[in-house]
Protein backbone atom coordinates (compact mmCIF):
# COMPACT_ATOMS: atom_id res chain seq x y z
CA UNK A 1 0.00 0.00 0.00
CA UNK A 2 1.06 3.43 -0.90
CA UNK A 3 2.17 5.95 2.11
CA UNK A 4 0.97 9.95 1.95
CA UNK A 5 2.79 12.46 0.91
CA UNK A 6 5.82 13.84 3.27
CA UNK A 7 4.65 17.03 4.60
CA UNK A 8 7.66 17.57 6.59
CA UNK A 9 7.16 19.17 9.98
CA UNK A 10 4.46 20.48 11.88
CA UNK A 11 2.63 21.53 15.01
CA UNK A 12 -0.90 21.32 16.61
CA UNK A 13 -3.27 24.13 15.53
CA UNK A 14 -4.21 25.45 18.84
CA UNK A 15 -6.48 28.69 19.75
CA UNK A 16 -3.78 30.71 21.50
CA UNK A 17 -1.67 30.70 18.41
CA UNK A 18 -4.39 31.64 15.30
CA UNK A 19 -3.56 35.03 15.54
CA UNK A 20 0.34 34.53 14.82
CA UNK A 21 -0.49 31.68 12.53
CA UNK A 22 -2.28 34.45 10.44
CA UNK A 23 -0.24 37.23 10.90
CA UNK A 24 3.29 36.29 9.54
CA UNK A 25 5.12 33.42 8.23
CA UNK A 26 6.24 30.55 9.71
CA UNK A 27 8.69 27.51 9.86
CA UNK A 28 5.90 24.97 10.17
CA UNK A 29 5.30 23.07 7.30
CA UNK A 30 2.14 22.20 7.96
CA UNK A 31 -0.44 21.49 10.90
CA UNK A 32 -2.79 19.09 12.70
CA UNK A 33 -6.01 20.09 13.78
CA UNK A 34 -8.45 17.96 16.10
CA UNK A 35 -10.95 17.09 14.44
CA UNK A 36 -13.70 17.52 16.91
CA UNK A 37 -12.62 21.36 17.59
CA UNK A 38 -14.11 21.74 14.27
CA UNK A 39 -17.16 19.21 13.59
CA UNK A 40 -20.35 21.55 13.44
CA UNK A 41 -18.58 24.65 14.34
CA UNK A 42 -18.95 27.91 12.70
CA UNK A 43 -17.38 31.28 13.58
CA UNK A 44 -13.97 32.15 14.08
CA UNK A 45 -12.75 28.71 14.86
CA UNK A 46 -13.73 27.31 11.97
CA UNK A 47 -12.56 31.24 9.51
CA UNK A 48 -9.43 30.24 10.94
CA UNK A 49 -9.00 26.63 10.04
CA UNK A 50 -10.18 27.30 6.25
CA UNK A 51 -7.44 30.03 6.72
CA UNK A 52 -4.65 28.46 7.60
CA UNK A 53 -5.76 25.47 4.67
CA UNK A 54 -5.49 27.92 2.10
CA UNK A 55 -1.85 28.22 3.17
CA UNK A 56 -0.60 24.81 4.44
CA UNK A 57 -1.09 20.92 4.48
CA UNK A 58 -3.53 20.04 7.01
CA UNK A 59 -4.40 16.49 8.92
CA UNK A 60 -7.63 16.14 11.13
CA UNK A 61 -6.90 14.17 14.33
CA UNK A 62 -9.57 13.08 16.02
CA UNK A 63 -10.32 11.97 19.85
CA UNK A 64 -13.59 10.14 19.46
CA UNK A 65 -13.53 7.89 17.58
CA UNK A 66 -12.97 5.23 20.03
CA UNK A 67 -12.68 2.39 17.74
CA UNK A 68 -12.52 -0.06 20.35
CA UNK A 69 -15.31 0.30 21.87
CA UNK A 70 -17.83 -2.46 21.87
CA UNK A 71 -20.74 0.35 21.96
CA UNK A 72 -22.28 0.82 17.95
CA UNK A 73 -20.23 3.17 16.03
CA UNK A 74 -21.75 6.46 16.31
CA UNK A 75 -22.79 7.31 12.37
CA UNK A 76 -23.54 10.36 12.96
CA UNK A 77 -20.14 11.17 14.17
CA UNK A 78 -18.51 9.61 11.25
CA UNK A 79 -20.87 11.59 8.56
CA UNK A 80 -19.95 14.64 10.20
CA UNK A 81 -16.14 13.32 10.33
CA UNK A 82 -16.83 12.73 6.82
CA UNK A 83 -18.42 15.95 5.79
CA UNK A 84 -15.43 18.03 7.89
CA UNK A 85 -13.05 16.25 5.87
CA UNK A 86 -14.67 16.89 2.60
CA UNK A 87 -14.16 20.78 2.79
CA UNK A 88 -10.78 20.80 4.87
CA UNK A 89 -9.04 18.00 2.04
CA UNK A 90 -6.99 17.39 4.97
CA UNK A 91 -3.33 15.01 3.81
CA UNK A 92 -5.25 12.42 5.68
CA UNK A 93 -7.58 11.42 8.84
CA UNK A 94 -6.38 9.96 12.21
CA UNK A 95 -7.62 8.73 15.49
CA UNK A 96 -6.29 6.80 18.69
CA UNK A 97 -6.39 2.77 19.05
CA UNK A 98 -8.35 3.12 22.42
CA UNK A 99 -11.72 3.11 23.31
CA UNK A 100 -13.15 6.13 25.01
CA UNK A 101 -16.34 5.09 26.22
CA UNK A 102 -19.06 2.58 26.71
CA UNK A 103 -22.73 2.43 27.35
CA UNK A 104 -23.40 5.18 25.46
CA UNK A 105 -21.05 7.70 27.78
CA UNK A 106 -17.70 9.55 26.76
CA UNK A 107 -14.95 9.59 29.45
CA UNK A 108 -12.61 11.89 27.23
CA UNK A 109 -9.66 9.96 27.49
CA UNK A 110 -7.82 7.32 25.49
CA UNK A 111 -8.33 4.06 27.59
CA UNK A 112 -6.01 0.95 26.28
CA UNK A 113 -7.55 -2.21 24.91
CA UNK A 114 -6.54 -5.49 26.00
CA UNK A 115 -4.31 -7.24 23.24
CA UNK A 116 -6.10 -10.25 22.48
CA UNK A 117 -7.22 -11.72 19.67
CA UNK A 118 -11.22 -11.08 20.41
CA UNK A 119 -9.93 -7.12 20.91
CA UNK A 120 -8.18 -7.41 17.47
CA UNK A 121 -11.09 -9.22 15.52
CA UNK A 122 -13.17 -6.14 16.98
CA UNK A 123 -10.90 -3.00 15.87
CA UNK A 124 -10.09 -4.41 12.70
CA UNK A 125 -13.65 -4.94 11.75
CA UNK A 126 -14.43 -1.70 12.53
CA UNK A 127 -11.84 0.32 10.80
CA UNK A 128 -12.82 -1.35 7.84
CA UNK A 129 -16.77 -0.02 8.77
CA UNK A 130 -15.06 3.51 9.66
CA UNK A 131 -12.98 3.31 6.51
CA UNK A 132 -15.81 2.44 4.25
CA UNK A 133 -18.05 5.54 5.82
CA UNK A 134 -15.32 8.09 5.91
CA UNK A 135 -14.67 6.63 2.14
CA UNK A 136 -10.83 7.18 3.33
CA UNK A 137 -8.16 5.17 4.68
CA UNK A 138 -7.43 6.26 8.51
CA UNK A 139 -3.92 6.51 10.51
CA UNK A 140 -4.62 5.62 14.08
CA UNK A 141 -1.98 6.23 16.83
CA UNK A 142 -0.63 3.96 20.11
CA UNK A 143 -1.46 5.97 23.02
CA UNK A 144 0.06 6.69 26.53
CA UNK A 145 -1.38 3.77 29.04
CA UNK A 146 -1.49 3.60 32.54
CA UNK A 147 -2.46 0.40 32.73
CA UNK A 148 -2.09 -2.90 31.10
CA UNK A 149 -4.34 -6.25 31.24
CA UNK A 150 -2.11 -9.40 32.53
CA UNK A 151 -4.75 -11.56 29.92
CA UNK A 152 -3.06 -9.59 27.08
CA UNK A 153 -2.12 -12.16 24.62
CA UNK A 154 1.03 -10.45 22.49
CA UNK A 155 2.74 -7.12 23.08
CA UNK A 156 1.20 -3.88 21.88
CA UNK A 157 3.68 -3.35 19.23
CA UNK A 158 2.37 -6.23 17.27
CA UNK A 159 -1.11 -5.24 18.09
CA UNK A 160 -0.58 -2.52 16.53
CA UNK A 161 1.19 -3.78 13.42
CA UNK A 162 -1.83 -6.40 13.01
CA UNK A 163 -4.68 -3.65 13.11
CA UNK A 164 -2.71 -2.00 10.31
CA UNK A 165 -2.12 -4.98 8.27
CA UNK A 166 -5.22 -6.39 9.15
CA UNK A 167 -7.12 -3.46 8.65
CA UNK A 168 -5.11 -1.66 6.00
CA UNK A 169 -4.68 1.36 7.77
CA UNK A 170 -1.79 3.53 8.43
CA UNK A 171 0.07 4.16 11.87
CA UNK A 172 0.51 7.42 13.62
CA UNK A 173 3.57 6.47 15.87
CA UNK A 174 3.33 8.38 18.68
CA UNK A 175 7.25 7.94 20.00
CA UNK A 176 6.27 9.83 22.98
CA UNK A 177 3.89 7.23 23.92
CA UNK A 178 5.79 4.47 22.71
CA UNK A 179 8.40 5.92 25.45
CA UNK A 180 5.81 6.63 28.38
CA UNK A 181 4.36 3.40 28.15
CA UNK A 182 7.20 1.29 28.33
CA UNK A 183 8.16 3.19 31.25
CA UNK A 184 5.00 2.76 32.47
CA UNK A 185 4.70 -1.05 31.84
CA UNK A 186 8.13 -1.81 31.63
CA UNK A 187 8.79 -3.13 28.03
CA UNK A 188 11.51 -2.47 25.95
CA UNK A 189 10.97 0.47 23.24
CA UNK A 190 13.36 -0.94 20.92
CA UNK A 191 11.53 -3.70 20.02
CA UNK A 192 8.18 -2.18 20.03
CA UNK A 193 9.40 0.01 16.95
CA UNK A 194 10.99 -3.41 15.48
CA UNK A 195 7.26 -4.80 15.38
CA UNK A 196 5.88 -2.18 13.78
CA UNK A 197 6.03 -2.18 9.85
CA UNK A 198 7.41 0.54 8.03
CA UNK A 199 5.15 0.67 5.35
CA UNK A 200 1.96 1.69 7.30
CA UNK A 201 3.73 4.49 9.68
CA UNK A 202 2.30 7.88 7.78
CA UNK A 203 3.23 10.08 10.42
CA UNK A 204 5.06 10.37 14.03
CA UNK A 205 3.86 12.48 17.24
CA UNK A 206 6.75 13.55 19.41
CA UNK A 207 5.93 15.30 22.57
CA UNK A 208 7.10 15.92 26.24
CA UNK A 209 5.48 14.44 29.03
CA UNK A 210 5.49 14.91 33.13
CA UNK A 211 6.03 12.69 36.18
CA UNK A 212 3.59 10.95 38.58
CA UNK A 213 5.40 9.55 41.24
CA UNK A 214 6.96 6.42 39.71
CA UNK A 215 5.01 6.75 36.50
CA UNK A 216 4.94 8.90 33.63
CA UNK A 217 2.15 11.25 32.08
CA UNK A 218 1.30 11.46 28.88
CA UNK A 219 0.51 15.78 29.41
CA UNK A 220 2.38 17.16 26.18
CA UNK A 221 2.87 20.41 28.63
CA UNK A 222 6.90 20.05 28.30
CA UNK A 223 9.56 20.25 25.74
CA UNK A 224 10.54 16.95 24.52
CA UNK A 225 12.70 15.28 26.78
CA UNK A 226 16.02 13.59 26.07
CA UNK A 227 15.15 10.18 26.10
CA UNK A 228 12.31 10.99 23.61
CA UNK A 229 14.27 12.47 21.03
CA UNK A 230 16.62 9.99 21.41
CA UNK A 231 14.04 7.47 20.45
CA UNK A 232 12.83 10.04 17.62
CA UNK A 233 16.14 9.74 15.90
CA UNK A 234 15.94 5.62 15.91
CA UNK A 235 11.97 6.10 14.80
CA UNK A 236 13.72 8.25 11.86
CA UNK A 237 16.37 5.72 10.96
CA UNK A 238 13.49 2.98 10.52
CA UNK A 239 10.67 4.71 9.18
CA UNK A 240 11.57 7.73 7.17
CA UNK A 241 10.14 9.38 5.33
CA UNK A 242 7.71 10.43 7.71
CA UNK A 243 5.66 13.44 8.56
CA UNK A 244 6.60 14.75 12.34
CA UNK A 245 4.09 16.58 14.10
CA UNK A 246 5.26 18.53 17.87
CA UNK A 247 2.53 18.03 20.43
CA UNK A 248 2.16 20.44 22.87
CA UNK A 249 -1.67 20.76 24.49
CA UNK A 250 -1.32 21.97 28.22
CA UNK A 251 0.10 24.93 29.36
CA UNK A 252 0.79 26.17 25.44
CA UNK A 253 3.95 28.07 25.03
CA UNK A 254 4.04 31.17 22.92
CA UNK A 255 4.61 29.75 19.24
CA UNK A 256 8.10 30.76 18.88
CA UNK A 257 9.07 28.12 21.86
CA UNK A 258 7.27 25.54 19.61
CA UNK A 259 8.29 26.21 16.42
CA UNK A 260 11.60 26.13 18.21
CA UNK A 261 10.73 22.12 19.28
CA UNK A 262 9.52 21.88 15.58
CA UNK A 263 12.57 23.41 14.43
CA UNK A 264 14.75 21.07 16.40
CA UNK A 265 12.72 18.03 15.08
CA UNK A 266 13.23 18.86 11.72
CA UNK A 267 17.36 18.86 12.18
CA UNK A 268 17.54 15.74 14.03
CA UNK A 269 15.32 14.36 10.82
CA UNK A 270 17.84 16.13 8.19
CA UNK A 271 20.74 14.75 9.73
CA UNK A 272 19.17 11.12 10.20
CA UNK A 273 17.26 11.24 6.75
CA UNK A 274 18.86 13.40 4.27
CA UNK A 275 15.36 14.83 3.82
CA UNK A 276 14.54 18.74 4.06
CA UNK A 277 11.94 19.52 1.50
CA UNK A 278 8.12 18.56 1.75
CA UNK A 279 6.60 16.97 -1.12
CA UNK A 280 3.53 19.23 -0.35
CA UNK A 281 3.31 22.69 0.67
CA UNK A 282 0.13 24.76 0.29
CA UNK A 283 -3.23 24.18 -1.20
CA UNK A 284 -3.33 24.33 -4.78
CA UNK A 285 -4.77 27.11 -6.09
CA UNK A 286 -8.07 26.75 -8.34
CA UNK B 1 -10.76 -17.58 26.91
CA UNK B 2 -10.91 -18.90 30.90
CA UNK B 3 -13.66 -18.06 33.12
CA UNK B 4 -11.68 -15.29 35.07
CA UNK B 5 -11.00 -13.61 32.03
CA UNK B 6 -13.75 -10.71 30.80
CA UNK B 7 -15.06 -10.39 27.26
CA UNK B 8 -14.03 -7.15 26.34
CA UNK B 9 -17.39 -5.55 26.85
CA UNK B 10 -17.70 -7.05 30.22
CA UNK B 11 -14.16 -5.25 30.86
CA UNK B 12 -15.20 -1.58 29.42
CA UNK B 13 -18.02 -1.55 31.76
CA UNK B 14 -16.38 -2.78 34.68
CA UNK B 15 -13.66 0.18 33.71
CA UNK B 16 -15.83 2.16 33.11
CA UNK B 17 -18.19 2.11 36.67
CA UNK B 18 -14.10 2.48 38.49
CA UNK B 19 -12.89 4.82 36.61
CA UNK B 20 -16.19 7.37 37.01
CA UNK B 21 -16.91 6.63 40.37
CA UNK B 22 -17.29 10.18 42.37
CA UNK B 23 -14.93 9.00 45.16
CA UNK B 24 -12.49 7.03 43.14
CA UNK B 25 -11.78 3.41 41.99
CA UNK B 26 -10.88 1.94 45.91
CA UNK B 27 -14.14 3.29 47.37
CA UNK B 28 -16.12 2.65 44.09
CA UNK B 29 -15.18 -0.87 44.17
CA UNK B 30 -15.83 -1.18 47.31
CA UNK B 31 -19.23 -0.52 46.47
CA UNK B 32 -19.48 -2.87 43.45
CA UNK B 33 -17.98 -5.52 46.28
CA UNK B 34 -21.31 -4.68 48.20
CA UNK B 35 -23.78 -5.22 45.34
CA UNK B 36 -21.84 -8.40 44.20
CA UNK B 37 -20.86 -6.82 40.65
CA UNK B 38 -17.29 -6.76 40.99
CA UNK B 39 -14.41 -7.58 43.77
CA UNK B 40 -10.81 -6.49 44.13
CA UNK B 41 -9.58 -10.40 43.59
CA UNK B 42 -11.02 -10.03 39.79
CA UNK B 43 -9.40 -6.27 39.62
CA UNK B 44 -6.32 -7.64 40.44
CA UNK B 45 -6.34 -11.02 38.03
CA UNK B 46 -7.50 -8.25 35.14
CA UNK B 47 -5.12 -5.61 35.58
CA UNK B 48 -1.57 -5.73 36.26
CA UNK B 49 -0.50 -3.55 39.28
CA UNK B 50 3.52 -3.31 40.29
CA UNK B 51 5.49 -2.16 43.30
CA UNK B 52 5.10 1.67 42.07
CA UNK B 53 1.40 1.42 41.93
CA UNK B 54 -1.20 -1.57 42.27
CA UNK B 55 -4.16 -2.03 39.95
CA UNK B 56 -6.43 0.28 41.16
CA UNK B 57 -4.24 2.80 41.66
CA UNK B 58 -3.32 2.72 37.73
CA UNK B 59 -7.13 2.91 37.55
CA UNK B 60 -7.22 6.03 39.99
CA UNK B 61 -4.91 7.60 37.46
CA UNK B 62 -7.38 7.61 35.00
CA UNK B 63 -10.45 8.00 37.52
CA UNK B 64 -8.75 11.28 38.38
CA UNK B 65 -8.11 12.26 34.75
CA UNK B 66 -11.33 11.89 33.88
CA UNK B 67 -12.72 14.24 36.76
CA UNK B 68 -10.28 16.88 36.66
CA UNK B 69 -10.82 16.86 33.16
CA UNK B 70 -13.84 17.72 32.87
CA UNK B 71 -14.07 20.07 35.64
CA UNK B 72 -11.36 21.92 34.02
CA UNK B 73 -13.74 22.54 31.10
CA UNK B 74 -16.78 22.96 32.82
CA UNK B 75 -14.88 25.67 34.42
CA UNK B 76 -13.59 27.20 31.51
CA UNK B 77 -17.63 27.06 29.96
CA UNK B 78 -18.80 28.66 32.78
CA UNK B 79 -15.97 30.62 34.45
CA UNK B 80 -18.50 33.26 36.08
CA UNK B 81 -20.28 30.79 37.29
CA UNK B 82 -17.89 29.34 39.04
CA UNK B 83 -16.64 32.71 40.44
CA UNK B 84 -20.29 33.28 41.60
CA UNK B 85 -20.42 29.74 43.69
CA UNK B 86 -16.87 29.87 44.48
CA UNK B 87 -14.04 26.84 44.13
CA UNK B 88 -15.21 24.50 46.34
CA UNK B 89 -19.18 24.59 45.56
CA UNK B 90 -18.51 24.60 41.82
CA UNK B 91 -16.49 21.63 42.39
CA UNK B 92 -19.05 19.99 44.42
CA UNK B 93 -21.45 20.78 41.78
CA UNK B 94 -19.69 19.43 38.73
CA UNK B 95 -19.40 16.34 40.96
CA UNK B 96 -23.21 16.02 41.34
CA UNK B 97 -23.61 17.54 37.74
CA UNK B 98 -21.57 14.11 36.19
CA UNK B 99 -23.49 12.15 38.07
CA UNK B 100 -26.53 12.70 36.47
CA UNK B 101 -24.94 14.19 33.15
CA UNK B 102 -21.73 12.44 32.12
CA UNK B 103 -20.56 13.57 28.89
CA UNK B 104 -22.51 11.56 25.88
CA UNK B 105 -21.25 13.28 22.78
CA UNK B 106 -18.10 13.05 21.08
CA UNK B 107 -17.75 16.58 21.69
CA UNK B 108 -16.66 18.01 25.11
CA UNK B 109 -18.32 21.29 23.65
CA UNK B 110 -21.94 19.47 24.95
CA UNK B 111 -21.26 18.56 28.59
CA UNK B 112 -22.24 21.41 30.15
CA UNK B 113 -25.68 21.61 28.03
CA UNK B 114 -27.59 20.30 30.94
CA UNK B 115 -25.62 22.80 33.89
CA UNK B 116 -28.23 25.66 33.73
CA UNK B 117 -30.99 23.66 34.45
CA UNK B 118 -29.68 21.53 36.87
CA UNK B 119 -27.88 24.07 38.80
CA UNK B 120 -31.52 25.59 38.97
CA UNK B 121 -32.59 22.65 40.45
CA UNK B 122 -29.53 22.18 42.58
CA UNK B 123 -29.43 23.84 46.95
CA UNK B 124 -26.35 25.91 45.19
CA UNK B 125 -28.83 27.45 42.57
CA UNK B 126 -31.23 27.91 45.42
CA UNK B 127 -28.70 29.57 47.60
CA UNK B 128 -27.67 31.65 44.94
CA UNK B 129 -30.54 32.18 42.24
CA UNK B 130 -28.59 34.19 39.74
CA UNK B 131 -25.97 31.77 39.48
CA UNK B 132 -28.12 29.78 36.95
CA UNK B 133 -28.91 32.99 35.26
CA UNK B 134 -25.14 33.22 34.29
CA UNK B 135 -24.79 29.93 33.64
CA UNK B 136 -27.71 30.19 31.07
CA UNK B 137 -26.13 33.27 29.73
CA UNK B 138 -22.34 31.94 29.49
CA UNK B 139 -24.02 28.36 27.73
CA UNK B 140 -26.06 30.81 25.39
CA UNK B 141 -22.50 33.06 24.32
CA UNK B 142 -20.21 29.78 24.06
CA UNK B 143 -22.75 28.44 21.63
CA UNK B 144 -23.06 31.87 19.63
CA UNK B 145 -19.24 31.79 19.51
CA UNK B 146 -19.03 28.23 17.94
CA UNK B 147 -22.35 27.02 16.34
CA UNK B 148 -22.04 25.86 13.05
CA UNK B 149 -22.15 29.07 10.36
CA UNK B 150 -25.66 28.94 8.65
CA UNK B 151 -26.99 31.05 5.57
CA UNK B 152 -29.69 33.45 6.78
CA UNK B 153 -33.02 34.41 5.36
CA UNK B 154 -33.02 37.72 3.77
CA UNK B 155 -35.63 40.10 2.58
CA UNK B 156 -35.00 39.12 -1.24
CA UNK B 157 -35.74 35.28 -0.04
CA UNK B 158 -39.19 36.24 2.14
CA UNK B 159 -40.29 38.17 -1.27
CA UNK B 160 -40.78 35.10 -3.43
CA UNK B 161 -43.61 34.06 -0.63
CA UNK B 162 -47.28 35.60 -1.81
CA UNK B 163 -47.88 38.46 0.80
CA UNK B 164 -51.04 36.86 1.71
CA UNK B 165 -49.46 34.01 2.73
CA UNK B 166 -47.07 35.37 5.19
CA UNK B 167 -49.11 34.50 7.90
CA UNK B 168 -48.52 31.07 7.83
CA UNK B 169 -44.75 31.29 7.49
CA UNK B 170 -42.56 29.29 9.88
CA UNK B 171 -39.31 30.52 10.67
CA UNK B 172 -35.84 28.56 11.95
CA UNK B 173 -33.47 30.51 14.58
CA UNK B 174 -29.99 30.49 13.47
CA UNK B 175 -28.08 28.04 15.40
CA UNK B 176 -26.41 31.05 17.07
CA UNK B 177 -29.43 32.55 18.57
CA UNK B 178 -30.78 32.16 21.69
CA UNK B 179 -32.93 34.00 24.42
CA UNK B 180 -32.14 34.15 27.78
CA UNK B 181 -34.58 35.60 30.30
CA UNK B 182 -33.53 36.60 34.14
CA UNK B 183 -35.18 38.04 37.17
CA UNK B 184 -31.09 39.91 37.78
CA UNK B 185 -29.33 42.22 36.10
CA UNK B 186 -26.90 39.00 35.20
CA UNK B 187 -25.09 41.59 32.03
CA UNK B 188 -24.09 43.84 34.83
CA UNK B 189 -22.67 41.16 36.88
CA UNK B 190 -20.66 39.76 34.34
CA UNK B 191 -19.05 42.89 33.30
CA UNK B 192 -17.94 43.45 36.95
CA UNK B 193 -16.43 39.87 37.18
CA UNK B 194 -14.83 40.03 34.08
CA UNK B 195 -13.64 43.09 34.93
CA UNK B 196 -12.01 41.97 37.68
CA UNK B 197 -14.44 42.88 40.80
CA UNK B 198 -15.30 40.07 43.17
CA UNK B 199 -19.05 38.70 42.47
CA UNK B 200 -21.50 40.45 44.07
CA UNK B 201 -25.51 39.69 44.56
CA UNK B 202 -26.81 41.65 41.24
CA UNK B 203 -29.69 44.17 40.98
CA UNK B 204 -32.96 42.48 40.77
CA UNK B 205 -34.45 43.54 37.62
CA UNK B 206 -35.70 41.34 35.02
CA UNK B 207 -33.56 41.51 31.93
CA UNK B 208 -34.42 39.74 28.16
CA UNK B 209 -31.47 39.32 26.69
CA UNK B 210 -30.50 37.83 22.69
CA UNK B 211 -27.55 36.59 22.23
CA UNK B 212 -26.04 36.26 19.18
CA UNK B 213 -23.39 35.90 16.71
CA UNK B 214 -23.55 39.04 14.18
CA UNK B 215 -19.25 37.90 13.20
CA UNK B 216 -17.04 35.83 15.00
CA UNK B 217 -17.64 37.53 18.91
CA UNK B 218 -21.04 36.73 20.73
CA UNK B 219 -23.12 40.01 21.19
CA UNK B 220 -25.34 40.12 23.84
CA UNK B 221 -28.65 42.63 23.67
CA UNK B 222 -31.23 43.54 26.11
CA UNK B 223 -34.09 43.43 24.26
CA UNK B 224 -37.97 44.37 25.11
CA UNK B 225 -40.38 42.13 26.61
CA UNK B 226 -42.52 41.38 23.59
CA UNK B 227 -39.82 41.19 21.00
CA UNK B 228 -38.89 37.91 23.64
CA UNK B 229 -42.36 36.64 23.20
CA UNK B 230 -41.94 36.62 19.67
CA UNK B 231 -38.57 35.49 19.27
CA UNK B 232 -39.64 32.70 21.57
CA UNK B 233 -42.88 31.92 19.53
CA UNK B 234 -40.57 32.06 16.46
CA UNK B 235 -38.07 29.79 18.27
CA UNK B 236 -41.24 27.21 19.16
CA UNK B 237 -41.72 26.66 15.34
CA UNK B 238 -45.21 28.70 15.40
CA UNK B 239 -46.58 30.43 12.36
CA UNK B 240 -45.86 34.43 12.04
CA UNK B 241 -49.67 35.04 12.02
CA UNK B 242 -49.20 33.12 15.87
CA UNK B 243 -46.05 35.89 16.40
CA UNK B 244 -48.59 38.86 15.73
CA UNK B 245 -51.13 36.97 18.31
CA UNK B 246 -48.46 36.47 20.55
CA UNK B 247 -47.46 40.50 20.41
CA UNK B 248 -51.49 41.13 20.86
CA UNK B 249 -52.67 41.84 24.39
CA UNK B 250 -56.14 41.95 23.44
CA UNK B 251 -58.32 41.64 19.85
CA UNK B 252 -58.36 44.97 19.48
CA UNK B 253 -55.13 45.50 19.47
CA UNK B 254 -54.56 43.16 16.76
CA UNK B 255 -54.23 45.64 14.02
CA UNK B 256 -51.03 47.12 15.84
CA UNK B 257 -49.65 43.99 16.69
CA UNK B 258 -49.43 43.14 13.48
CA UNK B 259 -47.57 46.46 13.01
CA UNK B 260 -45.44 45.61 15.28
CA UNK B 261 -44.77 42.36 14.49
CA UNK B 262 -43.66 43.59 10.64
CA UNK B 263 -41.12 46.22 12.42
CA UNK B 264 -39.38 43.18 14.51
CA UNK B 265 -39.61 41.02 11.67
CA UNK B 266 -37.56 44.10 9.54
CA UNK B 267 -34.61 44.01 12.31
CA UNK B 268 -34.67 40.17 12.70
CA UNK B 269 -33.65 40.50 8.96
CA UNK B 270 -30.91 42.76 9.10
CA UNK B 271 -29.14 41.49 12.00
CA UNK B 272 -29.60 38.04 10.32
CA UNK B 273 -31.21 36.15 13.07
CA UNK B 274 -33.23 33.87 10.90
CA UNK B 275 -32.05 30.82 9.48
CA UNK B 276 -35.16 29.66 7.81
CA UNK B 277 -38.54 30.21 6.57
CA UNK B 278 -41.25 27.77 5.05
CA UNK B 279 -45.30 27.85 4.58
CA UNK B 280 -46.64 25.69 7.20
CA UNK B 281 -48.57 22.72 5.82
CA UNK B 282 -51.56 21.47 6.58
Sequence with gaps: MSRPPFLGHGVGLRRDHFERILDAPTDVDWFEAISENFMGVGGRARAVLDAVREKYPVVLHGVSLSIGSTDPLDLAYLDELRDLAGSVEPAWVSDHLCWTGVGGKNAHDLLPLPYTEEALRHVVDRVARVQERLKRRIALENVSSYMAYRFSQMPEGEFLARVAEEADCGILLDVNNVYVSSVNHGFDPHEYLAAVPPARVWQFHVAGHSHEGQLLLDTHDHEVPDPVWKLYEEAVRRFAPVSTLIEWDDRIPPFETLEAERNKAAAIYVEIAGVSEPAVRARVAG | ?282
Excluded at chain 2, 28 to 52: K, M, N, P, S, Y
Aim: glycine content about 6%.
Design chain 2, 1 to 282: MTAATPTLRELQLAVWKLLTAPEGARPGLEELARAGELDEETVTAWIAGDERLDSLGRIDVYANMYFFRLRDILAEDFAKTAAILGEARFHNLVTDYLLVHPSSHPSLRWLGRALPAFLGEHAYGRELPWAPQMAALEWARNEAFQSRNTPAVSSVDLAAFPSERWGDLVFSLKPDVSLVTAPFDVVGLFERIDGGAPPSEPERREQHLLVHRPRFAPEVEEIAADEARALETVAAGRTFGEVCGALAPSEELVAEAATRAATLLAAWLERELLSGARLKTT
